[in-house]
């Protein structure tokens, strides 16, 4: 993903995520349909709030980091799809 820079500041503990593109094969190979895509569980921090009073956030901009399969909120910022969600959706940095 290249580095994007997006006009957006999170509140409190929140942060925006750029999904990671959807896989296009399977590990054996075989092509997948974009009917049969799975929504990806991993992406890149792109903004990042200020974090909570005594609980300041561990990630940063530029984590790639992997979250739940239901976890954010989509939204859209000029013409591009971000997830919008809590720190506490994030599972791991990787």
Same mark, same amino acid.
């Given at each position: 993903?290249? =580095? $994007? @820079? &997006? %006009?957006? #500041?999170?509140?409190?503990? +929140? &942060?925006?995520?750029? @999904?990671?593109?959807?896989? $296009? #094969?399977?590990?054996? *190979?075989?092509?997948?349909?974009? $009917?049969? =895509?799975? !929504?990806?569980? +991993?992406?890149?921090? &792109?903004?990042?709030? %200020? *974090?909570?009073?005594?609980?300041?956030?561990?990630? #940063?901009?530029? /984590? $790639?980091?992997?979250? *739940? =399969?239901?976890?954010?909120?989509?939204? @859209?910022?000029?013409? =591009? /799809?971000?997830?919008?969600? !809590?720190?506490?959706?994030?599972?791991?940095?990787?």
């Amino acid at each position: 993903m290249a =580095k $994007t @820079s &997006v %006009n957006v #500041k999170p509140l409190a503990d +929140r &942060v925006l995520v750029e @999904s990671a593109p959807a896989e $296009t #094969k399977t590990a054996g *190979g075989i092509i997948i349909p974009d $009917t049969a =895509k799975e !929504k990806p569980m +991993r992406g890149k921090i &792109v903004a990042v709030g %200020n *974090g909570k009073k005594d609980e300041p956030l561990t990630v #940063k901009v530029g /984590d $790639t980091v992997l979250y *739940g =399969k239901y976890a954010g909120t989509e939204i @859209s910022i000029d013409g =591009k /799809d971000y997830l919008i969600m !809590k720190e506490s959706d994030i599972y791991a940095i990787i």
